[in-house]
C-alpha cells in the first residue's frame, strides 16, 4: 500500500477530526506491521520485561539489566512475530516516555503481556487501572492482554507466594496471571533440566500465547472494519452538521438582504412622502432665486426656500442613515476612508454633502432610475458592511469545510478498498 496515501488520508482527517488521532494510530499500525503479529511486554521498570522476552524469543536481544533500562520502543522480529518492549510503567517518567509506552500498548499492539514482578507484592493502583481498560479494550475490539506474573523464583516460601497471588486475583479477578521465572527458564535449558524448565512458566505462557496469537488476524480484521466505520460516521456526522449550519446561515443571508431591501423600501417610500410637501411650489419657486451682494446678509425668500429643502433633505439622510446603522452599515469600507472622518460615511458617498434645488430632490427620490441607482449604492455598501463581510468568510469556511470533508471520504473509502485487498509491510 502506498505510504503516501496513507499519510495523506491521515492528515486530512485529522484535520477534520483531531480526536481521532488514536483511531488513526491504531489503523496505520495494523497496515505497517503488514503479516507480523506484535507482541507487546508492558509493565513497570524493572520487573523483568526485558528478561521475559529473551527468553520468550530465544536470544538476547534485549538489554538486562537493575536500572532503567528501556526508555523507548524497542521492537525485534523473531519467530514470525514483531516483539515490542515498551517503557516502563512509573509514575515519575518523563513525558516522551509516557507517549512511546501508550504508543506500544494501544497502537502498536495485537497481543499485551501485563508483566508484573511478584517480589513486589500486590498491583499499585495505577497498575489497576491500566489492566481494567486493557480488558475494557478487549470486550471492545478482541486485543487479548495476558498476565505474566514475573520473578517467582524471588518468592522462595510457598506461603507468602500464594498470598501474594491470592491478592492480585482479587485485585484482577479476570486476569488469570501466569506465573513464570525467566531465571529457571534459563537455567534449565543451560543444565538440559527439563523440569525445571517446565517449573519455569515459561512453556505455559508460550502456548497460552501461541492460542491467542492464531485469532490476531482476524481480530485485525474486526479492528479495521470497527476503525473504518467509526471514522465514516465522525465523518457523515460532521457533513450532516457542517451542511445543516451552512443551509442556516445561507438562508440568514438571503432573508438579511431581503430585510435591507424591503426595510430600505419602506424608508425611501417615508421620504417621499415627507419630501412631497416640500416640492409643492406656487407660481414662482423662489428657492431658484439667486443671491447677491446686496443681500448678503438679508433673509430672503430664496434663502428661506433653500433652507428648508436643505432641511428636508437633511431629514431624509437621517431617516435613511437609521436604517443603514440598524443594519451594521456605519461607516465606508477601509479602502474607501479619508483622513476627514465627518464625511467618511455611506450617506454622503452616495447622495453628495447638500441639495439645494427641488430639481435635485425630485431626480434624487422620484426619477425611477435614480432610485434604483440609489437602492444598489446603498446595497453595495451592506454587503461590504463588516458584519455581512463576516457572515460571508463563515459561509465561505464551511463550504471549503464541507470539501474537505468529501475529499477526506472519497480518500478514506479509496483506503478502505486497499486495505481489504492489498495487505502487507508498507516499504
Not at 268 to 280: H, M, S, T
Not at 396 to 403: K, Y
Amino acid at each position: 500500500m502506498d505510504r503516501t496515501m496513507l499519510d495523506a488520508t491521515q492528515h486530512q482527517i485529522l484535520e477534520l477530526l483531531p480526536q481521532t488521532h488514536s483511531q488513526l494510530a491504531r489503523l496505520r499500525a495494523i497496515i505497517d506491521a503488514g503479516d507480523y503479529p506484535t507482541v507487546t511486554v508492558i509493565g513497570k521498570y524493572n520487573h523483568g520485561k526485558s528478561r521475559l522476552l529473551n527468553e520468550l524469543m530465544g536470544e538476547d536481544f534485549f538489554a538486562v539489566a537493575d536500572k532503567r533500562e528501556t526508555t523507548a520502543q524497542t521492537a525485534h522480529i523473531q519467530h514470525g512475530i514483531r516483539w515490542l518492549d515498551a517503557p516502563g510503567l512509573d509514575a515519575a517518567v518523563a513525558t516522551r516516555d509516557d507517549q512511546h509506552a501508550d504508543d506500544a500498548i494501544w497502537h502498536k499492539a495485537d497481543v499485551r503481556l501485563f508483566v508484573h514482578s511478584l517480589r513486589e507484592g500486590e498491583f499499585d493502583p495505577h497498575e489497576v487501572a491500566l489492566f481494567q481498560s486493557l480488558s475494557q479494550d478487549k470486550k471492545q475490539t478482541g486485543r487479548q492482554t495476558l498476565l505474566v506474573l514475573t520473578q517467582v523464583d524471588q518468592i522462595p516460601d510457598p506461603e507468602v507466594l500464594q498470598g501474594i497471588v491470592h491478592c492480585i486475583q482479587e485485585q484482577i479477578p479476570d486476569g488469570n496471571g501466569l506465573s513464570v521465572s525467566a531465571t529457571r527458564h534459563r537455567q534449565g535449558l543451560e543444565k538440559s533440566k527439563p523440569l525445571l524448565v517446565q517449573r519455569s512458566g515459561i512453556p505455559e505462557l508460550q502456548q497460552a500465547l501461541h492460542e491467542t496469537l492464531k485469532h490476531v488476524p482476524e481480530i485485525r480484521t474486526h479492528e479495521k472494519q470497527q476503525i473504518f466505520s467509526s471514522l465514516n460516521a465522525q465523518l457523515n456526522a460532521l457533513q450532516h452538521t457542517a451542511q445543516t449550519i451552512l443551509e442556516q446561515q445561507t438562508s440568514l443571508q438571503q432573508q438579511h438582504r431581503e430585510h435591507f431591501d424591503r426595510d430600505l423600501n419602506t424608508v425611501l417610500r417615508k421620504v417621499c412622502e415627507d419630501l412631497a410637501p416640500v416640492l409643492e411650489v406656487g407660481d414662482v419657486d423662489h428657492s431658484l432665486e439667486p443671491d447677491s451682494f446686496a443681500n448678503m446678509y438679508k433673509i430672503t425668500a430664496g434663502k428661506r426656500d433653500r433652507n428648508r429643502i436643505q432641511v428636508a433633505y437633511s431629514q431624509a439622510c437621517i431617516a435613511i442613515n437609521s436604517h443603514l446603522i440598524r443594519y451594521g452599515v456605519v461607516g465606508l469600507p477601509e479602502a474607501q476612508k479619508t483622513n476627514v472622518r465627518s464625511i467618511d460615511s455611506v450617506i454622503i458617498a452616495v447622495l453628495g454633502v447638500s441639495v439645494k434645488l427641488r430639481k435635485e430632490l425630485r431626480q434624487m427620490f422620484f426619477d425611477a432610475s435614480s432610485l434604483n441607482r440609489m437602492r444598489q449604492a446603498f446595497a453595495h455598501y451592506f454587503e461590504l458592511s463588516s458584519d455581512r463581510q463576516d457572515l460571508k468568510t463563515y459561509i465561505a469556511q464551511l463550504e471549503q469545510q464541507l470539501e474537505a470533508i468529501q475529499q477526506a471520504q472519497i480518500a478514506l473509502q479509496d483506503l478502505e478498498h486497499l486495505s481489504q485487498h492489498k495487505e502487507g509491510v508498507i516499504s
